[in-house]
């Protein structure tokens, strides 16, 4: 940028440059994809696994009727590796399945309760009784009456993921501002559009924040599925009491190991996908 002296009729130049945002791909980018390879990125986590694998180690060395080694955790996971796929997989199908189920309920519930308020007075004080229900009072009754086959798995599952999701979905779906409301009203939108059209977008943060919650927390409801049904075939829960009548504790800790690493796919999973869905948010720039 050039500026002309008007009392000396010379030109003078303006150095001054407009700030370039770094590179995706530059660490001192704030969202930089390789921003990872900072120490600062990994080295908290690194030191605190070193720590927890130091004090297992100790727990284990003074307490081996409570903690196995790490080794041989390792050495079971190694050894019967297949055996913790197939369980695990039993176990994802049955969380994932009980997780549609609570979904689709839910969704619809929130759906009814935001439009009608009939529906929402008699619906939500049996959804909060349903959530502070302890579900290890329920699942046996369940097995009881459906037998030791994979459907009271997924009602439990679903069960514990159907209050979260109803509960941040209505209150999505009711917390539009009444003025952008008027504002599609006076273009005469139906109930339909404005479902549609702002209803569910603006609740979709809301659904999201509830799915991260659910769910890792599907598996829980999975595991407690077969631990109370006695007969069961398969599953990680089933796996876990098993060994622990057998005092197993290798398997038993191993097993609590795929579990958290499946709760943690999951999460990440979900979490992509909101990243994906919701890049017009201002959540997804956090």
Known sequence: MTVTDERTGTTLVNETKTPV???RFSLKHPRSRIAWIRPSAWLPLTVMLAFLAVLWQWGADELPYLLPPLPKIGSSLTTQFGYYVDNALVTLGEATGGLAIGFVAAFVLAVLTSELPLVRRAVMPIAVVLNVTPLVAIAPALVVAFGFGPLPKLLIAGL?????????????LRSVPQQVLQVYRTMDAGRIE???HVRIPHALPFLFAALRIVF???IVG???AEMSASGSTGGLGTAISVASSMNQLPVVYASI???AVMGVLLLLAVTLVERRVLHWHDSAHN
């Open 160 to 172: 514990i993921c159907f209050f979260p999701i109803l509960i941040n979905t209505a209150a999505g």
């Open 194 to 196: 404005l479902l549609w």
């Open 222 to 224: 999975a595991v407690v």
């Open 257 to 259: 190991l795929v579990l």
């Open 216 to 218: 890792p927390l599907s």
């Open 21 to 23: 945002e770094p590179s």
